[in-house]
């Protein structure tokens, strides 16, 4: 599960965008201030950055640069629109939304980032402490590799490759090959999904790959 850090001094909206995200299956880590925001980016690993402009204790500029020190996107939550704060923003972050906005439009932005940095990248954080290294096809949960079989790993490449989207079995299964260029049928590809649950899920209502009942899977 990927964990985002909202900064964020406004106690209502914190609330509100916390439910909202942890809906869509993400981790929220708050801070009500620049201070707090530091403290936690020292302290923990997360995966983005949320962050207002106008804090209690300081600007959000100084939350982004220490972000940026860690290799992190950011992403600008403001009621500032005026043209200096855009650009600087923008120069600084990755995106900036102007309050007030959509929920489904900062999810939308969200996940586009989150994408840019996976692709400019040959590691792939999956959550639940689990990676995978693209480049060396290795995948390791919580820094030990886990092993998995050739068609356990192409079938985590198709989930990798489609996040966010519910895949059929229709289409999993047209993505999937054995050794001997057949198809995979459907009672396989149960147990190949079984197996790879079992090796990366966390072992919590949190998966990773996540049953979309009547529908499909999705990996988020």
Request: charged residues 30%; proline residues 2%; hydrophobic residues 40%.
């Amino acid at each position: 599960m990927q964990k985002i850090l909202l900064t964020e001094d406004d106690k209502a909206i914190s609330a509100s965008l916390t439910e909202f995200l942890k809906n869509e299956g993400y981790s929220v880590v708050c801070a009500s201030g620049q201070r707090d925001a530091l403290r936690i980016l020292s302290a923990d690993a997360v995966d983005l950055v949320l962050v207002d402009l106008g804090l209690s204790d300081g600007d959000g500029f100084s939350v982004c640069k220490t972000a940026k020190m860690l290799q992190l996107p950011v992403i600008f939550l403001t009621a500032r629109a005026d043209e200096e704060s855009v650009i600087r923003g923008l120069d600084m972050g990755d995106d900036y939304l102007s309050k007030p906005f959509r929920p489904r439009e900062l999810l939308s932005r969200i996940k586009n980032v989150l994408r840019h940095y996976e692709k400019g990248s040959s590691v792939v954080l999956l959550g639940g402490g689990v990676s995978v290294d693209t480049e060396k096809a290795q995948v390791l949960r919580n820094g030990a590799e886990v092993k998995l079989s050739a068609l356990e790993y192409k079938l985590l490449l198709v989930f990798i490759d489609n996040r966010g989207r519910v895949l059929t079995r229709n289409q999993l299964l047209e993505n999937i090959w054995d050794i001997a260029g057949d198809y995979v049928n459907d009672n396989t590809l149960t147990v190949y999904i079984k197996r790879l649950r079992e090796k990366i899920d966390p072992g919590d209502e949190a998966q990773i790959i996540k049953t979309v009942r009547g529908l499909g899977y999705r990996m988020d």
